[in-house]
């Protein structure tokens, strides 16, 4: 049998009958046997979560499309970047809601000139907002979020697995110097048992 075989399998022996196994080496294998089992049996409640985050963000996005609305803006002015190096342009914008003229700053995805219309997003009170939240990406961040919720999940049970093996690998070490300590008398290199 090859050795990677031997190893890959130390988990199942180690929760065998072999009375050689170590009490140490059954309580490392029973905590990755948890760790795997608990990031496994969590996955439908990290599914639950990712979907009530998915319904919040569409109710936000309801929200958001009807209180935003699109408007034109007028570009007034253009603006290079002073940063050396940087290709940045700024132009001025202005736009009017209920009668009121409010003035900005827009990053043109395209080539503009003064007296151009863009396309921008306000609120009732004419305030510049982000666009409302599309359905594609309430459905992303809602996935990111499952994700992100099973894998720090996933990782903690790994490292709970690691500093049990840290705590055993400490307590193998000092009963395996105990007995090496037993069996000499004192450092020099003779048994206690006579001859």
């Known amino acids: 049998m090859p050795v990677t075989s031997r190893r890959r399998w130390w988990v199942l022996r180690a929760l065998g ?3 050689l196994v170590r009490r140490t080496d ?3 294998a029973l905590a990755v046997v948890l760790a795997i089992v608990v990031s ?3 996955i439908p409640y990290v599914i639950s979560f990712g979907d009530e985050v998915h319904a919040d963000q569409l109710r936000e996005a309801t929200v958001q499309a009807q209180t935003r609305h699109q408007v034109d803006a007028t570009v007034v002015n253009d603006s290079q970047s002073n940063v050396e190096g940087a290709n940045v342009r700024i132009v001025g914008i202005k736009w009017n809601v209920n009668g009121e003229e409010h003035t900005g700053a827009l990053r043109p995805t395209g080539k ?7 396309q ?3 609120d009732a009170k004419g305030q510049r907002v982000p666009p409302p939240i599309s359905p594609t990406t309430a459905r992303a961040y809602a996935t990111g979020s499952a ?3 099973w894998a720090a999940i996933t990782v903690l049970c790994g490292l709970l697995a690691a500093l049990t093996r840290k705590v055993l690998d400490h307590q193998r070490a000092h009963a395996w110097s105990d007995e090496l300590h037993l ?3 004192h450092g020099d290199g003779r048994t206690k048992w006579p001859r």
């Open 17 to 19: 009958k072999n009375p």
């Open 26 to 28: 059954r309580i490392e």
């Open 40 to 42: 496994v049996l969590v």
């Open 112 to 118: 503009v000139q003064p007296g151009d219309k863009v």
């Open 120 to 122: 921008i997003w306000v």
């Open 147 to 149: 994700v992100a919720l």
């Open 183 to 185: 069996l000499l008398d």
